[in-house]
Each structure stands twice: as C-alpha cells, then as structure tokens.
C-alpha cells in the first residue's frame, strides 16, 4: 500500500512531495467534507510500521507486545453502544429499514449537526489517516469503503478488517461510503435526539456514517456490516450473514450461525476443512464470500492450547485491544479482565494457516448450522430443522445468558437476537428469514440446529456443557452425510426432528429426555424454555406466515387448576 510521510508539526517533510493519489485524497476529502489539507496532515494509506510508530509516539498507553502485536486502549467505550445507534430517516431508504428498538431515526438536520461537528474536531488535528479498502471479496458486490480518522490504533484496525486493495486498485480508488471517526470527541448531548454523548449514525442516502462519543474500534466493523446489511438484499437480492463458513476438500461449505460464546469461531476453524471467514458473509447466486479482510478476535481466556490459530495470528500486524501486559516483559496476561472481558484483537485473516485466499467459494452451502447455548439443557444437541424450522429458530436466534455474569442473573436467562444479529440488521428480520428459506430450498442445503451448551441437566441443576469431542463428532457425521441418513424421533414440545444415532457419540446423549439426570423436573423446564419462545416470537407475528409459526414450540399457557 501507498503511504505518505509527514513530519511532527503535521507537514509533508523537505524534499518529499504528495503522489497524485495522495492529491486526489486531500481534494476528495476537501471537496465532500472540508477538510483543511494545508492546516492537517492527511496520512494516506500508511503502512503498518508508520502506523506503529505514530500509535507509539503520538496515542497514550501504545505499546509493543512480546509477540510483536500493538497494545492499544480504546477509552472509556469498551464495546459497542448499540442504544447510541441511529439511521438517517430520509427518502430513499426509510420504507425499507426495519425501524425499532435497533434502528432509531435520526432526522437529516440533526445528521448535518454531527457530521459537522466530527469535521470540525477532524480540522483541529495536527494530522488524520485515511485508509481505503474493500468491503466483500466478490468484485461484482464489492463497496468501497474510506476510513477518515484521528488515531492511528483505528487505521490499522480497519486497515486490517477491510480487503486490502492492490497499489494498482489504490491509484483512482473513490469511495462509495466514507466513515468519519471522531470518537474521541462527544456528541452534543443536548442535540435532538441525543441519548448521551456518544453517537454512531449512518446515512444511507449520503452513504456516509459518522461516529462521535466512542473510541471503541468495533463500532467501525459493525457499521459496515450494517451497510451490507441493507446494500445486498435490497439493491442485489444477495443475502447477508452473521456467520462464519468454511469449505471441505470436496467443495462443500458449511454455514455457522450464532451468538458469542456458542463456537461460531471454534467450530468453523477445522484443520480439514479450509476457512472462509469467522464472522460476515454474504451468500450470492453464485456462492458464498467473506465479507472482512481480517478476523476480529475475543482474547479473554485465550490460550495456545485452546485456540493455537488464534493465539498464533497475533503477532506484527494485529493490534490488541483492552489488553493487561506484564510492563518488562510485554507478556500479555489474557487472562486478566481488569479492562474490560471484552479484550480483543484484529489480524489479518491471512494469518490464519488454514485460510481459503481470497475469501469466496462457487458453491452454496450444502449445511446451515444454528448454533445455541442452552444452559437449561433441554434443547437436543443436534437437530434436524425442517424449512420452516429454521426460519422460526433463524429469527429467534436463541443462546443462553449465564448465571452469575451479570448482578441479579441467578439462574440462566434466555436471550434471543433475530437473525443472529439483531443489533446491526436494518430490515425486518423476516426478510432475511424468507431469503435464507428460498435459498435452501433451491439448494437443497440441510440445516441443523446444533446445541453446545449444557447436557443431562441444567448449568445449575447438575448438568455439564456438552463435550466438544461430541460436538466436533456431530459436524463430522453432518459432513460426510452419515447424519442425514440415520434414524429420527419427534422431539415433544418443540416438535424437533432428532437422531437417535450418530457416529461416535452416545445414544442417549442425543435426546435430553432420556439423558436428564437432573434436580430440575424435566417437562416443567422444557415448558419454561418454550414459553420463553413463544414471548419472544410475538414481534415477529405480523409478519410470519402461519407454517412458521407453527414451526415453533408449543405450549399451554393456560393457567393449571
């Protein structure tokens, strides 16, 4: 990639003249946004080793780990604020995005308030980074995507999150969406509107987002995906997934959904099978493709032994994020959550040995997989879901909160988010249950919902979390189809189809009727579990067909006398 040097006091140094992409850039970012390319260093496209190096001397707390890895804060924002998230109400989008408790409107003046204001900070920097990437490793589908920012730790996240573009592809690349980031400077708390001080908002029409009040990269990441949630079905009919993927060595890919803490990440990351992304994907009418450049990461609790791919992919490069290290020896402590437990680092997916480059596969899936958490162990570890199934489990996207993780939670909680990813959605989940469904159908894929939580029992009624040898067992029989061809039983209440064999795993593990051993009554916990459900999908009804809804669990909610 093109970078260009500048000096301390935020000028281009003696003897060193722009190159003309780096012309184009500062008259780009002056003609759309007004940015003051003789008052501020505009830092194009720089390489990491100028972005470590302005992390280090210019961004408080930057350091270099023993890994080789950069150590960066974000603030006092050490996740998401997905209550600060708004979408710009205007003409061109505003009857398709699904407007809610996700996407809250923001009116267009209020939009050119925080815009403005994010520019004025951007101006007041002795120099900013702009880093241009790609956006969905298929060229046909593609968006181009400008990072506009104040702190180097941000460019060389998305800078590792985006499909890098060549030096050829660099030389006229322009826009089609610009993030301006101004995190470290708050939104006007009394602009209409406001919640608080933070603000993430996007405007389709503009095809700009613009983020104020929070320094957490990940909010970056997830707008995007955001974008992508709305630009491929809309304007495409491509269906985009919160998911990750990977392809055996015949060429089939297997689709993984699900929440964190279910192993979307773990299970998709298979020594015989090669990885296509860990976390976003589109699925278009040719295939399958990633939609990042890069892999974003939890770290708490990381170990070798754990997770070697992930613990090796941090090195020169990848750029942690909330860690605790040892100050002499650099030694990061994963273990240790005094930050935040949501440490995480971002590399590039090429770090990982057994990746599929570039990120795409020509073949639709042959398995969707929905991956659960159920801490009440009620739900059978493997099913078979039927078309309506699975769009009435897609849009529930169920895992478990567990007891203990938050003050008052003392037994496990249900948590639903529709399409496995309800916060970055921007049209109603049924839509993209009803383009999952079609798709299957025409490719004859088999879908599955797959528990890897809690077996025998509940998590707190003497149970114990399902194996992974098990689970590992249960997609290797899903792959080579030996899965498919065994024997069913109706499983009550919920009315799933479940095996009553599968290769290397124990025939009563597979129906949690004849596995329960636990202090808990069996039957009243499956009803809690279903009435759960059933609350849940009342958001979803005026939009779901009947047979959907009768894909569901079912339970009387009639008073007992």
Known sequence: MVSQSVNKTGLHPAGVQPSKDHTEIEEELH????????????????????????ALVYESGSAITSTGALS???GAKTGRSPSDKRIVEEDSSKNDVWWGPVNKPMTPDVWRINRERAIDYLNTRNRIYVVDGFAGWDERYRIRVRVVCARAYHALFMRNMLIRPSKEELEHFHPDYVIYNAGAFPANRYTAGMTSSTSVAINFAEKEMVILGTEYAGEMKKGIFTVLFFEMPVKHNVLTLHSSANEGQDGDVTVFFGLSGTGKTTLSADPKRALIGDDEHCWSDTGVFNIEGG?????IGLSAEKEPDIFGAIRFGAILENVVFDPSSR????????????????????????????????NHPKNIVLLTCDARGVLPPISKLSSEQTMYHFISGYTSKMAGTEQGVTEPQATFSSCFAQPFLALHPMRYAKMLAEKIEEHKANAWLLNTGWVGAGATTGGKRCPLKYTRAILD?????????????????FGLSVPKTCPNVPDELLNPAKSWNGTADFKGEVEKLGKLFMENFKKYEDEATPEVLKAGPHVCCCPKH
């Open 31 to 54: 003609d759309r946004a007004h940015i003051d390319y003789d008052r501020v260093a505009i830092v194009a496209n720089p390489s990491v080793a100028a972005l470590y190096e302005d």
């Open 72 to 74: 960066a804060y974000s």
């Open 295 to 299: 892999c974003y990461a939890k770290t």
């Open 331 to 362: 030694v990061v402590d994963y273990d240790d959550d005094t930050l935040t437990e949501n440490t995480r680092c971002a590399y590039p997916i090429e770090y990982i040995e057994n990746t599929k480059i570039p990120c795409i596969s020509n």
């Open 477 to 493: 029989a899903i792959h080579s189809g030996e899965l498919a061809n065994v024997e069913y039983e109706v499983y009550d209440t």
